[in-house]
């Protein structure tokens, strides 16, 4: 059983950033059009209109020329994708699934879903990231207006490893009670970052309560970084032992940083929510950009020279219920356009500091309270049930 398999370090591997729709899903097709024997795709949100045409077009094409294609979408997040165009899929050959369907009787269990981002072509290379197939991401008509996010293409050894996932996820979709297996007895053993290796690689996933490497993982490269901390996130509600790591990192001397997102958001009471963790940090010494040109949707981590990105925002809503997945890779490249990618946008953010924080309105401080509170109020209550 794939919950509380670790995955180890892959060797041999290569990694190109993409960043933001217009650049990485003109090569996610491209990919799919050469495609010869299958293309497997796990996506959260897919919703009708022209990027997700334009995917579908692709691999409505590929199964036409003998691909196999198997699709695996979350139940809540593929609620716009409409029947005309599951329709045209089936017709076409391709494989589709839903993961947990939404039901009134499971009541909080809809709560589950897949949140992972992956696209698989032949054994030759696979995207991750955090990207969903709608037109924020990539709309071919309005190729300015898009969410900021980055995906990853891979080749390599770690091949193996994500069509594992994806394969174990595609069989596990199937059962009634997908969200009932048994919680660990102890943590997982997660492996080390090999030393300046270049091409290293390893699958980083979560599911659920059951299993949650991925943010293990992440807690050990917090505690011994030298150098820096770069982490950005859409919507920041990290967990306590997130929080205290950036802020013992922030007092030993590590330049710790934060890319969150400004009033560009998709859900403004998130943002209000985690808000109320801006003073402490503040005055651990923890650097808090808020990034300007559009909605920040990237979920990306740089530790030195460690880097982590996928579908992961760290924060307790996505960990409790949520299946995700995140690259890891020590590669000199990688993490050198990772960090270009991170200056970048910190030059265009806003950097909040405490006295900015304490001249805010009175009615930004009220939302923030509230939806604090109300934050805080749920998560104590699904603790309680847990």
């Known amino acids: 059983m794939l919950a509380g398999e670790v995955f180890p370090w892959r060797e041999g591997n290569r990694f190109r950033l993409l960043l933001d729709g217009p650049q990485f899903f003109p090569q996610i097709l491209q990919r799919i059009d050469t495609a010869q024997q299958r293309v497997d795709i796990e996506l959260y949100l897919v919703e009708d209109g022209l990027c997700t045409d334009r995917l579908v077009d692709a691999l409505i094409a590929a199964s036409g020329r003998g691909v196999r294609v198997r699709c695996l979408f979350d139940g809540f997040g ?159 509600l990290p967990t306590g032992k997130v929080r205290r790591e950036l802020m013992r990192a922030a007092r030993r001397g590590v330049e710790v940083r934060l890319l969150l997102t400004s009033r560009n958001t998709d859900h403004p009471s998130v943002r209000y929510a985690g808000q109320r963790f801006y003073p402490r940090l503040l005055r651990a010494g923890v650097r808090i950009h808020e990034y300007q040109p559009h909605f920040l949707h990237l979920k990306l981590v740089l530790v030195d020279d460690w880097v982590s990105v996928g579908s992961c925002n760290f924060d307790h809503w996505n960990l409790r219920w949520n299946l995700e997945a995140n690259l890891e890779a020590v590669d000199s490249q990688l993490s050198a356009d990772v960090a270009k990618s991170f200056e970048h946008d910190f030059n265009q953010s806003l950097e909040i500091d405490l006295q900015q924080w304490h001249a805010r309105p009175l009615y930004l401080r009220m939302y923030q309270r509230l939806w604090g509170l109300l934050d805080r109020l749920v998560i104590n209550i699904f603790n309680r049930s847990g």
């Open 78 to 236: 593929c609620l716009k994708l409409g029947q005309k165009t599951r329709q045209r899929l089936l017709d076409a050959g391709v494989d589709l699934r839903q993961y947990n369907p939404l039901k009134l009787q499971l009541k909080f269990r809809n709560l589950h879903r897949d949140h992972r981002k992956l696209i698989l072509i032949d054994d030759l290379c696979c995207f991750v990231g955090g990207a969903g197939a709608t037109d924020e991401f990539w709309n071919p008509d309005k190729p300015d207006e898009h969410w900021h996010e980055a995906m990853v293409e891979i080749s390599g050894s770690v091949m193996e490893d994500w069509q594992r996932l994806f394969d174990v996820q595609w069989t596990l979709c199937l059962k009634r009670r997908i969200w009932q297996l048994p919680l660990p007895r102890q943590l997982p053993k997660i492996p080390a970052a090999p030393d300046a290796l270049d091409g290293a690689g390893r699958v980083a996933y979560s599911a659920a309560r059951q299993h949650r490497d991925i943010l293990h993982s992440l807690l050990r490269n917090l505690r011994r970084a030298e150098r820096r901390i770069w982490l950005a996130t859409p919507y920041f």
